[in-house]
């Protein structure tokens, strides 16, 4: 019989990325708590490089980066599929989540972080980095980034589509994403929260504000 693990941390976008997806295809999986204060020996023992989450263990062998282990979900369930089939569209989803996670992701997080005139130049440089994958929206012409379901693009995005607006309220800030700034984009975000699996499966977002809330008094980041 198959073992399903997934280590991870119930407010992170990373870990609920990979809970998102093992729910669209139906996996069964025991979801483990990892306190990021004080590491346990099995985080660091499956994941020795980064000692990072989320790591899913399948049949006891570690697959760590959220991204990997989406693809790995995709290859290893194929119900379902969260990749496009023809090559160069799996190609081109793939470039979109390095996209957003190297890109969009570090931006917004810096923006998040900084003060001042430093973040007045991290937004800006969030918001021309949002127009661009906006834009990549538009192109597509479908609800999603992965045509009329949910797919890889989309569920990497979620960073953007629910935890960014979370992440700006906790630090007191306006809203990055509104139909008036991203119309494109705020109305996926609004599709995307409401898509049934994903809808079912993001942590309450009055207890996400006051995670978020705490963490900011704190210097660790971790």
């Not at 809970?19 to 483990?32: M, N, R, S, T």
Request: charged share 25%; with cysteine; aromatic share 10%.
């Amino acid at each position: 019989m198959e073992e399903v693990k997934l280590i991870g941390v119930w407010a992170s976008p990373f870990s609920r990325r990979v809970e998102i997806a093992l729910k669209q295809k139906g996996v069964q999986y025991k979801f483990i708590e990892e306190d990021l204060a004080d590491k346990s020996a099995l985080l660091i023992q499956c994941n020795p490089v980064h000692k990072k989450i989320p790591v899913l263990l399948h049949n006891g062998k570690p697959i760590c980066e959220s991204v990997v282990i989406l693809q790995y979900i995709d290859d290893t369930w194929t119900a379902t599929p969260i990749l496009p089939e023809d090559p160069y569209d799996r190609a081109m989803a793939r470039f979109w989540a390095k996209f957003i996670d190297e890109k969009c992701v570090p931006a917004l997080l810096k923006a998040y972080w900084s003060k001042d005139k430093e973040q007045e130049n991290a937004i800006e440089e969030a918001c021309e980095l949002l127009k661009t994958l906006e834009e990549q929206l538009m192109i597509k012409d479908n609800k999603f980034f992965g045509g009329d379901a949910i797919g890889l693009v989309d569920i990497v995005a979620g960073t953007i589509g629910f935890w960014l607006g979370v992440f700006w309220e906790a630090a007191g800030m306006e809203p990055l994403i509104t139909a008036e700034k991203f119309p494109i984009l705020s109305k996926w975000a609004d599709e995307f929260v409401n898509f049934p699996v994903v809808k079912e499966n993001l942590p309450p977002r009055t207890q996400l504000l006051a995670y978020f809330k705490a963490r900011r008094q704190t210097p660790h980041r971790t």
